[in-house]
């Protein structure tokens, strides 16, 4: 059977996804407080010059609508993805793990842009991003939109620095222990998103 893991979801289920998180925001009275910020983003992308053939690597240069401010200019590099099928709730996931490597900012034209409108919650090390992404195959045709769910670890440098440590004897078992109890939060988290999405799909 040909199968495929696609990040998208019906605009219902993204709704019920702020209305959950707009929520818990409001209704947090103890403990570690869930900050919001609604951004406004365009992604451009350009081919790298430095790869070869079909082998190249896109370029991605994100900016603020608002005020065209560069937030971010960076080549992404796919280590890995685990695909995670849930069959007893109304969404699957995936976790993949990324290398994002700061590049000068491209010349030329990009061959692809796309627009991000985005609601960004993070809680203590974790941040979720919930996004509608707009895109436009080419002028003629109309623009296309999909929705996501991410939750990413809010400091890479933090995961880097507890995996160092994990099996350090010359540290407390509490520093060794620390990326184990990182990741394990990561997956709680993930597993109450997946717990909570609508039954309807």
Same mark, same amino acid.
């Given at each position: 059977?040909?199968?495929?893991?696609?990040?998208?979801?019906?605009?219902?289920?993204?709704? %019920?996804?702020?209305?959950?998180? @707009?929520?818990?925001?409001? #209704? /947090?009275?103890? *403990?570690?407080?869930? &900050?919001?910020? %609604?951004?406004?983003?365009?992604? @451009?992308?350009?081919?790298d #010059? /430095?790869?070869? *053939?079909?082998?190249? &690597?896109?370029?991605?240069?994100?900016?603020?609508?608002?005020?065209?401010?560069?937030?971010?200019?960076?080549?992404?590099?796919?280590?890995?993805?685990?695909?995670?099928?849930?069959?007893?709730?109304a969404?699957?996931?995936?976790?993949?793990?990324?290398?994002?490597?700061?590049?000068?900012?491209?010349?030329?034209?990009?061959?692809?842009?796309?627009?991000?409108?985005?609601?960004?919650?993070?809680?203590?090390?974790?941040?979720?991003?919930?996004?509608?992404?707009?895109?436009?195959?080419?002028?003629?045709?109309?623009?296309?939109?999909?929705?996501?769910?991410?939750?990413?670890?809010?400091?890479?440098?933090?995961?880097?620095?507890?995996?160092?440590?994990?099996?350090?004897?010359?540290?407390?078992?509490?520093?060794?222990?620390?990326?184990?109890?990182l990741?394990r939060?990561?997956?709680?988290?993930?597993?109450?998103?997946?717990?909570?999405?609508?039954?309807?799909?």
């Amino acid at each position: 059977m040909d199968m495929r893991f696609e990040s998208n979801m019906p605009s219902s289920q993204h709704r %019920h996804f702020n209305t959950l998180l @707009n929520n818990l925001k409001t #209704s /947090a009275q103890h *403990g570690s407080p869930l &900050e919001y910020e %609604h951004l406004y983003l365009v992604d @451009n992308f350009y081919t790298d #010059s /430095a790869g070869a *053939g079909d082998s190249r &690597e896109k370029v991605r240069v994100t900016r603020d609508e608002k005020t065209s401010t560069v937030v971010q200019c960076v080549k992404k590099i796919r280590l890995g993805d685990l695909n995670i099928h849930s069959p007893k709730r109304a969404a699957d996931w995936r976790v993949s793990v990324n290398l994002e490597v700061p590049v000068p900012h491209p010349l030329g034209t990009p061959s692809y842009s796309r627009r991000k409108d985005r609601m960004r919650y993070t809680h203590e090390e974790f941040v979720i991003d919930l996004t509608q992404v707009t895109t436009q195959p080419n002028p003629n045709a109309p623009p296309q939109q999909t929705h996501e769910l991410e939750l990413e670890i809010a400091r890479p440098e933090l995961l880097l620095a507890t995996a160092a440590k994990r099996n350090d004897v010359s540290v407390s078992e509490l520093e060794r222990s620390a990326f184990d109890e990182l990741i394990r939060a990561f997956v709680n988290n993930a597993r109450i998103l997946v717990r909570n999405s609508l039954d309807t799909w």
